[in-house]
């Protein structure tokens, strides 16, 4: 029988805060594949307020996701965070670890009176993100070497 997220053992599943280079063994595997290890860093990695979050399942780490602060020129708001290099492993993907992620990283970043959260989202990443709340603005843009995007964006107040 597939997996699903009913049938996985529920206190198998934890998220803690992780450190950026935690993060590089997963970013590797499913956002930079092929790549060398250098591109998976992000600049804002150790800064104090750059948050990387983990989840694990029975003590393996499965999916990743980093927030960093970021004020873009297309929102008003103050106090906006970006969201970096979202990603679960590719035998763990739908089983709703993406979604308790993201959930634990919007309710930290509200609990830190964070206004809005963006990010750019890959294509075939959209409706994930869509399901959880998020909505595009402006058009389809290419990232080079990674692809066609969205910026996409919650108002977290
Ligand atoms: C995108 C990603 C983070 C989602 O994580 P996940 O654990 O697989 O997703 P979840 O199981 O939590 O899915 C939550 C919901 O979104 C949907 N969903 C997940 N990935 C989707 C996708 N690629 N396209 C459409 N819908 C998707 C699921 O069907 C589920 O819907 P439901 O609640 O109605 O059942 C993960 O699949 C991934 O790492 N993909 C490769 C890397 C990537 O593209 N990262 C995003 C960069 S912007």
């Known amino acids: 029988m597939q997996n699903s997220l009913d049938t996985l053992s529920q206190k198998d599943i934890t998220i803690q805060p992780i450190k950026g280079s935690d993060t590089i063994p997963v970013r590797h595997a499913v956002l930079r594949q092929g790549k060398p290890i250098e591109a998976c860093y992000i600049l804002q990695d150790d800064l104090s307020n750059t948050?990387?979050?983990?989840?694990?399942?029975?003590n393996q780490l499965a999916g990743v996701c980093t927030f960093v602060a970021d004020q873009s020129p297309l929102f008003k708001d103050s106090n906006q965070y970006r969201l970096r290099a979202m990603g679960v492993l590719e035998e763990f993907q739908g089983l709703q670890f993406g979604k308790l992620l993201l959930t634990h990283g919007v309710n930290f970043l509200k609990s830190k009176n964070i206004n809005k959260l963006w990010f750019n989202a890959r294509i075939v990443a959209l409706n994930f993100y869509k399901k959880n709340g998020?909505?595009?603005i402006g058009t389809q843009f290419n990232i080079p070497e990674v692809g066609p995007h969205y910026t996409m964006h919650k108002s977290l107040k």
């Open 134 to 136: 998020f909505e595009t």
């Open 51 to 58: 948050y990387h979050f983990g989840l694990f399942y029975k």
